[in-house]
Antibody, heavy 119, light 113 residues
Framework: QVQLVESGGGVVQPGRSLRLSCVAS????????MHWVRQAPGKGLEWVAV????????YYSDSVKGRFTISRDNSMNTLYLQMNSLRAEDRAVYYC????????????WGQGTQVTVSS | DIVMTQSPDSLTVSLGERATINCKSS????????????LAWYQEKPGQPPNLLIY???TRESGVPDRFTGSGSGTDFTLTISSLQAEDVAVYYC?????????FGQGTKLEIK
């Protein structure tokens, strides 16, 4: 079955960087688009970024564009989110999610990793 | 960006009764080339990640009980739970995947009366 396991979260000071990872198993990782979605404490879901199966196409929300970079290593079945210039408002649980073969909804989700930005 | 607006923000329904959640998009989500509405519904229970219920506005994901039904087209969509069960207590979100950024609605909290 599909498994997505995020890691790399933690407490970081404003302005610093953090890299999240998401290891995928149970499906052919290299043929699916992948997403990052976040949820701030007590708030709703916010879509962050998506990457195409081959890694060539990447799209971001306005709130993270220019600061965050989504990438993937298909040989390692791993999705990444490099987060630079972190702000207090980036504090959230970050989920990775698998897309379907057709369309770009979030078909399966990991358990999430917590990111806290605080001095 | 496409804005997704759900109503109501919260809903209290008796066990066995029908629950209806609405989702309105600021732009048309029906793509004329394939006649599909690029709209999904998710359920989020406390302490769990979101779970996909419905995609293409009305296609039920595998394993989702048939009491969950998605309907609508263009800019107006509805998620209906035909006979509310205790395990349906959750926050429900709609999401458009017609164009990036793929925006979510603000969520509707469903509780038991």
């Amino acid at each position: 079955q599909v498994q997505l396991v995020e890691s790399g979260g933690g407490v970081v000071q404003p302005g610093r960087s953090l890299r999240l990872s998401c290891v995928a198993s149970g499906f052919t990782f290299s043929i699916y688009g992948m997403h990052w979605v976040r949820q701030a404490p007590g708030k709703g879901l916010e879509w962050v970024a998506v990457i195409s199966p081959d890694g060539r196409d990447k799209y971001y929300s306005d709130s993270v564009k220019g600061r965050f970079t989504i990438s993937r290593d298909n040989s390692m079945n791993t999705l990444y989110l490099q987060m630079n210039s972190l702000r207090a408002e980036d504090r959230a649980v970050y989920y990775c999610a698998k897309g379907p073969l057709s369309g770009s909804y979030c078909q399966a989700w990991g358990q999430g990793t917590q990111v806290t930005v605080s001095s | 960006d496409i804005v997704m607006t759900q109503s109501p923000d919260s809903l209290t329904v008796s066990l066995g009764e029908r629950a209806t959640i609405n989702c309105k998009s600021s732009q048309n989500l029906l793509y004329s080339a394939d006649n599909k509405n690029y709209l999904a519904w998710y359920q989020e229970k406390p302490g769990q990640p979101p779970n996909l219920l419905i995609y293409w506005a009305s296609t039920r994901e595998s394993g989702v009980p048939d009491r969950f039904t998605g309907s609508g087209s263009g800019t107006d969509f509805t998620l209906t739970i035909s006979s509310l069960q205790a395990e349906d207590v959750a926050v429900y979100y709609c999401q458009q995947y017609y164009s990036v950024p793929y925006t979510f609605g603000q969520g509707t909290k469903l509780e038991i009366k």
